[in-house]
């Protein structure tokens, strides 16, 4: 009899781990899919395709040798080459019309405010929304934009709440960054991410962004919905 019952016990462990390893994949929860992922230097990365991760493609650009840490000496290398991009004139610094060129053409979701006569985006940034856009079906309005938990600009799409990397780099308020100040801006970002100070960051431990965890809620609210559907 005793027989008996450790063979039933052992026949349901054995069904039990085969059913868990058959249960489909949890949804919701890929943490680095993003549309558009703006990092701690301000360089935007949106998109390409429906297999693309925008933030990885930063992490390994900005990780030179590709071991899978991203240390200080990297991300400086990394503000380097994104300063000279913004710096069209070669000059040594970002002046205010290299600035402006910067939040209109290379990171228009960033910016706080709008041009005169610009449009007024209701997808929760500064942009024009697309003429494709379909109203709401609660009235014909369009929805609210989301609710990024208090984080503004760049700090929607990124680690840091800093809604303009490249400005805020100008320590001395004299309305031109130099490459020393748009370094060490990015020196202290990058200590503000390495809270253990291990001297480099890996992509596995890098927080959310406010983005990521709007666009996981909205994941999450998707299954649901099409659970309940389901049950009907």
Not at 27 to 32: D, G, I, Y
Not at 106 to 116: G, K, M, N, T
Not at 131 to 155: E, H, I, L, V, Y
Not at 157 to 183: G, H, K, Q, T
Request: proline letters at 9%; a positive charge; one cysteine or more.
């Amino acid at each position: 009899m005793r027989r008996i019952l450790a063979l039933l016990l052992l026949a349901g462990i054995a069904g039990t781990a085969s059913a868990r390893k058959e249960a489909p994949a949890t949804p919701c929860t890929e943490p680095f899919r993003q549309p558009l992922f703006i990092s701690p230097i301000g360089e935007p990365f949106r998109t390409k395709d429906d297999a693309d991760q925008p933030l990885r493609r930063w992490f390994d650009q900005a990780d030179r040798d590709h071991d899978g840490r991203l240390t200080q000496a990297e991300m400086l290398l990394d503000a380097d080459r994104f300063f000279a991009t913004i710096d069209k004139d070669g000059s040594g610094e970002i002046l205010p019309d290299e600035l402006m060129a910067y939040e209109l053409n290379v990171a228009p979701e960033i910016r706080l405010y709008q041009f005169r006569g610009e449009p007024r985006s209701t997808s929760g940034g500064n942009t024009p929304p697309p003429s494709t856009a379909k109203p709401a079906k609660s009235g014909g309005k369009r929805p609210m934009p989301p609710d990024f938990g208090g984080a503004a600009g760049a700090g929607r799409y990124s680690f840091l709440n800093i809604p303009n990397p490249v400005a805020s780099a100008d320590r001395d308020f004299d309305r031109a960054i130099s490459l020393r100040e748009y370094r060490a801006a990015a020196a202290e970002r990058f200590r503000d991410l390495d809270k253990d100070r291990h001297g480099y960051l890996m992509l596995a431990d890098l927080p959310r962004t406010p983005a990521q965890i709007v666009a996981n809620a909205q994941c999450v609210e998707r299954v649901k919905d099409r659970a309940k559907e389901r049950r009907k």
